[in-house]
């Protein structure tokens, strides 16, 4: 079974096959860079991550776009508050998303086109719309002429009438129709413009898109990728605007990620309910963010809580203790040799349980990117090894190599396993003098002689799944699975 992937256009789940065999190109909506991003935000761009991470792991080449649109209204306004420039504005909460994604373990895109760095090109789009008689200029402003695109309303299949209704709420004596959008904004004064045919002024945000997901990517992309808030009308809006000038399709598959929820509502900058990125991993190592924003498929909303994040750290920590060990047996294996002969039952057995985990877990992420269910096997695979190693059955070390490998290399898909330590050093913190005073304790038992004490002590930390490792430097602990 190939990969298929559920196109909000078709509202089906389709075959995936990229236009240029073997290539992938991407376009993922970026932020607007007027704010810290929220974990809300984050679940969007992880999404993106894991679908590029993912079509790498089955051997397609991929070049993904992500823009940061930095000239907005949000962000003029809050730079007036604050009493700083736009540009400054924009240039530092790109940073800050930069940096808060990368601590998330987010791969940084391709390109990471600007809007301000393409204006010619967000000019040269709306001239071609003007000359094809799908655009005005009324007072310096350049408006989108909906009724001249036939197939206008195809992504989110709202009807006219419903259109009408939904721009109620913005009359503009300016626009034909209410439906129209603009492109390209004239200048009030105070804010920032730039020169062009109409006169100073400054994009709107659908030309963004289109413009530099067309100078990147060209006039058809792959995938588009975006929040479900998006899909109207910012994603009506690009298609308008691409497939006129073009009069070729603009994506091929358009993937939208639900919202992340807080008490049952959506998270949002305008609920005032979020969390930031940045302050929830100051609390928690990434990957168990990472575990938690993936514990749900991407089509269906997901409820941020406390109870999950603390779910998500000890599965983590079940995870990291069983490749740890795991990584402890390892030996170096020759892959071309055939061991099928000199296998035990024991080996036999663990080798299918790894075998069934890669199946299902292709099976699953081929299953438009099933997050919840990949994890699934990986955790099934995690208990029958920790089984296996309690009950030191007899299983071969290079049987423990090959459940090494297939764990490290499905975990690097979806960035749940990081040998960084991050979930052991959160915990070691608190435990370290404590176990350090009880080892202390215990080799002064074993100074007098007091095995009772001492083999207490190991026994009742093994129960706690914490090993005493005697050698002759002194005595260290470790966690077991
Ligand atoms: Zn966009």
């Known amino acids: ?19 240029n065999h073997g290539n992938v190109s991407i376009y993922s909506c970026g932020p607007t860079v007027y704010d810290y991003i929220h974990i809300g935000n984050a679940r969007t761009a992880l999404v993106t991550d894991i679908i590029r991470r993912y079509l790498v792991y089955k051997g397609y080449t991929v070049k993904l ?16 508050t604050l009493g700083i420039s736009a540009s400054e504005l924009a240039h530092a909460n790109g940073l800050a998303y930069f940096e808060d994604t990368q601590r998330l373990g987010i791969q940084p895109a391709d390109v990471h086109p600007k809007a301000t760095e393409h204006i010619t090109e967000m000019i040269d789009l709306i001239q071609i719309l003007i000359d094809k008689g799908a655009a005005y200029v009324v007072d310096g402003s350049v408006y989108y002429r909906v009724n001249s695109f036939s197939d206008y309303g195809k992504l989110s299949r709202r009807k006219p009438e419903d259109l009408l209704a939904g721009a109620r709420v913005e009359v503009d ?11 390209w904004k004239a200048a009030k004064p105070g804010e920032p413009f730039w020169e062009s045919p109409w006169g100073q002024g400054r994009p709107g945000w659908h030309i963004e898109c289109s413009s530099m997901a067309m100078k990147h990517l ?27 000038a073009t009069g070729v399709p603009f994506a091929r598959y358009w993937v939208h990620v639900a919202f992340l929820k807080i008490g049952g509502k959506r998270m949002g900058k ?52 069983c490749i740890d060990t795991l990584e402890k047996y390892s ?60 009950a030191t ?38 435990l370290e003098p404590v176990l350090d005073l009880l080892l202390d304790i215990r080799q002064d038992a074993r100074n007098r002689k007091d095995w009772d004490t001492s083999d207490m002590i190991r026994d009742r930390l ?4 914490i090993e005493i490792q005697d050698t002759k430097d002194g005595s260290t602990w470790k966690f077991i699975s």
């Open 1 to 19: 079974m190939g990969l298929k992937v559920y196109n909000s256009l078709s509202r089906q789940l389709e075959e995936f096959t990229p236009q």
């Open 65 to 80: 776009v992500q823009n940061l649109t930095d000239i907005d209204d949000k962000i003029i306004n809050r730079a007036h």
């Open 173 to 183: 004596e300016r626009k034909e129709d209410p439906r129209d959008f603009d492109m």
């Open 218 to 244: 060209g006039e058809t992309i792959d995938i588009h990728l975006g929040g479900e808030d998006l899909l109207f009308p910012h994603h009506e809006n690009e298609i308008a605007q691409s497939e006129l």
């Open 270 to 321: 305008s609920e005032k309910n979020f969390i930031l990125l940045r302050e929830a991993l100051d609390k928690y190592p990434p990957a168990v963010i990472r575990h938690f924003l993936v514990s749900a498929h991407y089509r269906h909303p997901l409820d941020y809580s406390l109870e999950s994040l603390q779910t998500s750290e000890s599965a983590l920590k079940r995870l990291n203790n």
């Open 331 to 390: 030996v170096d294996i020759d892959e071309s040799k055939d061991i099928k002969n000199e296998l035990t039952t024991e080996d036999a057995s663990l080798v299918s349980a790894i075998e069934k985990m890669q199946t299902d877990f292709t099976q699953a992420m081929d299953t438009d990117f099933n997050t919840a269910q990949a994890v699934g096997s990986i955790f099934t695979l995690v208990s029958t090894i920790n089984k296996s190693i309690v």
């Open 393 to 430: 059955n007899g299983v071969s070390n290079h049987i423990y190599t090959r459940a090494y490998k297939a764990l490290i290399e499905t975990c690097e898909v979806l960035g749940i396993y990081s040998n960084n330590e991050d979930v052991h050093a959160q915990t070691n913190e608190y």
């Open 462 to 465: 093994i129960e706690l799944n």
